[in-house]
């Protein structure tokens, strides 16, 4: 399938970790030991037009050393496996190759304060999407795609890129709810 963009996922931690803080194979990004952690990258994925290229095949596999430089951006050697194995072979033939466009896309963002915006009165899909963009020139608020979990709390960003990876409008399954559905965010408190 043709590659036409790309999407960044980056999951918010506290979230995820909510009931995971002494799930013992979850120790590095939830249990605390390791710090708190905010905005974690759980993958970039090639988009094509009819969904995510997946399960490519290669024989090409990570390096630990490889996983390991990716830690403290995703702090599951697991998910950094997989997300190569999943999406990231559908976009080179080396594991080095798309962690390095990961981190550069990850490491170039900039996180507004999640847990001052989590304390808005009637927060919504659209003050995510205009905070984030508000924090990073360039981003427009449609190209910010918010995932919510089924009771409404934020589990993830989904950010879109054109195949320049320059941030690119969402399509409706990326988007997310509209701008005016109601959001939470758990502090992790």
């Known amino acids: 399938m043709p590659v036409t963009g790309y999407t960044l996922a980056v999951s918010w931690s506290p979230e995820f970790c909510r009931a995971r803080t002494s799930d013992s194979s979850e120790a590095r990004q939830c249990s605390g030991r390791s710090g708190r952690f905010g ?6 994925w ?7 290229p997946q399960w490519c095949g290669t024989d090409a ?13 995703s702090p599951s050697a697991r998910l950094v496996a997989r997300q190569w194995a999943k999406h990231g072979a559908c976009m080179t033939r080396s594991p080095r ?20 915006l989590s304390r808005k009165p009637d927060l919504t899909a659209g003050d995510v999407r205009d905070w984030f963009a508000a924090a990073n020139r360039g981003w427009p608020p449609k190209a910010v795609g918010v995932k919510l979990n089924k009771r ?6 989904r950010l ?13 399954g990326r988007f997310g709810p509209a ?9 992790g408190l």
């Open 152 to 157: 409404g709390w934020l589990e993830e960003l």
């Open 61 to 73: 596999r990570p390096t630990g050393a490889e996983i390991a430089a990716q830690l403290c951006r």
């Open 97 to 116: 190759t798309y962690y390095r466009v990961s981190a550069i896309l990850y490491d170039g963002l900039r996180w507004p304060d999640f847990d001052r």
């Open 46 to 52: 090639p988009d094509g037009a009819r969904g995510w």
């Open 179 to 187: 701008d005016g559905a109601a959001v939470k965010i758990w502090r």
């Open 39 to 44: 905005f974690v990258l759980h993958g970039l």
């Open 160 to 172: 879109c890129y054109d195949r320049r990876s320059m941030p690119a409008r969402c399509d409706r």
